[in-house]
Structures are given as structure tokens and as C-alpha cells.
């Protein structure tokens, strides 16, 4: 099995910045794309941002030019750099890693359980 586990998230500023880190582990034989998603109160869980094997990157247009996803793979680590914090942006946000176990098996996606970020005076 595969477990991703997020953290980093805390009560932030308006302004401010955060942190997360989501690490993978267990069977695994590769991870081709990594992805944050958010989840706010009362509202569907949104897509945030992604990054491949290769390291493309995308992000939703709500947070481009404030949110930075990068990755070590060595590490099977995913990060998310968020600076200049709104309101807004407070939900959990959840990790997502698309994960092949063996060379031949198929790919499947795995989640973690979340981390709450609060952005708040």
C-alpha cells in the first residue's frame, strides 16, 4: 500500500506565507504526477495545482502567480509554496499522487487525509 501524508498547514496572516509537504510512502515504483486539491467550508474540493515526472507545472488561475508546487523525487516528496495568503484561500488541502507500484501494474491514485489551512486576522 501507499500512504501519503500532508503537512505544514497552521493559522496564517492575510499576506503570509506557508509551507506544505506531502511525503509518499510504501510499494512504490514511480509516481508520475503529484497534485494538490482544496477542500473549504461548505464548497466542493477544487484542484489547485499539478506537477509531472517531468516537471511541468499548473495551477489553478485563482492562485498563479502566489502558489509554487515543486517535488523531490528522490524524496517522493510534493511541496506547495504559498505566499500573499487570502482569506480565500483557508480549506484543507489534500495531497494526490498518481502511483505505479511495479513496472507492469497499472497506475493508481492515492490521497492523503489533509492538512487545514486557516488565513485569518
Known amino acids: 500500500q501507499v500512504q501519503l501524508v500532508e503537512s505544514g498547514g497552521g493559522l496564517v496572516q492575510p499576506g503570509g506565507s506557508l509551507r506544505l509537504s506531502c511525503a509518499a510512502s510504501?510499494?512504490?515504483?514511480?509516481?508520475?504526477?503529484m497534485r494538490w486539491y482544496r477542500q473549504a467550508p461548505g464548497k466542493e474540493r477544487e484542484w489547485v495545482a499539478t506537477?509531472?515526472?517531468?516537471?511541468?507545472?499548473d495551477y489553478v488561475d485563482s492562485v498563479k502567480g502566489r502558489f509554487t508546487i515543486s517535488r523531490d523525487i528522490g524524496k517522493n516528496t510534493v511541496y506547495l509554496q504559498m505566499d500573499s495568503l487570502k482569506p480565500e484561500d483557508t480549506a484543507v488541502y489534500f495531497c494526490?499522487?498518481?502511483?505505479?507500484?511495479?513496472?507492469?501494474?497499472?497506475?493508481?491514485?492515492?490521497w492523503g487525509k489533509g492538512t487545514l489551512v486557516t488565513v485569518s486576522s
Open positions: 494526490n499522487a498518481v502511483v505505479r507500484i511495479t513496472p507492469t501494474t497499472v497506475r493508481v491514485s492515492y
Open positions: 510504501g510499494s512504490i515504483f514511480s509516481i508520475d504526477v
Open positions: 506537477i509531472t515526472s517531468g516537471g511541468s507545472t
